[in-house]
């Protein structure tokens, strides 16, 4: 898998050599091989465990290090690596929040803001790890009054439509 092979590739490039050739091969690969480390490194946080987190920082630093100005791949990306630190800030305040021992089960991700005609956006059926990365991504751009929520499913009935 691609997406696993560039991120790995970040993580397992120790020597200053083995660097500069990652570093090269993604500015010649440009923006795919950078969107491609990019979802390598999205697919870490969504599982990223408690013991994890100051190496997943580490493994960010390193990231930031060899590739400074991201923008040069799209513009959309000019913050992305203060944007990936923060999902893992506010996931690491979930986990600190949500013991191991509760959080199995079904969660789920609401966002509203209830002095707007929009609908309620809700992410349901997922998994702690899953919910906590989604909560991590939406919460820095809440607009005014929109509020989140992580909730944890007790009871659930579903039915299928004939």
């Given at each position: ?21 990652y570093q090269q091969m993604v500015h010649n690969g440009?923006y795919s091989a950078f969107h491609q480390l990019l ?81 309620i956006v809700c992410h349901p059926a997922l998994s ?35």
């Amino acid at each position: 898998m691609m997406i696993s092979s560039a991120w790995e590739s970040l993580i397992y490039a120790e020597s200053e050599q083995e660097q500069a050739d990652y570093q090269q091969m993604v500015h010649n690969g440009g923006y795919s091989a950078f969107h491609q480390l990019l979802e390598g490194i999205k697919h870490k946080l969504k599982f990223m465990q408690d013991a994890e987190i100051e190496q997943v920082i580490g493994w960010l630093d390193k990231g930031q290090r060899l590739f400074p100005e991201p923008g040069v791949f799209s513009p959309s990306w000019l913050h992305i690596w203060d944007e990936l630190r923060q999902i893992v800030t506010i996931k690491s305040d979930i986990m600190a929040r949500i013991p191991l021992t509760d959080r199995a089960g079904e969660w789920q991700i609401l966002i509203d803001n209830p002095l707007s005609i929009q609908e309620i956006v809700c992410h349901p059926a997922l998994s702690f790890d899953e919910a906590a990365y989604l909560y991590s991504y939406f919460r820095p751009g809440l607009e005014k009054n929109e509020y989140i929520r992580l909730q944890k499913i007790i009871s659930l009935i579903t039915d299928v439509g004939d």
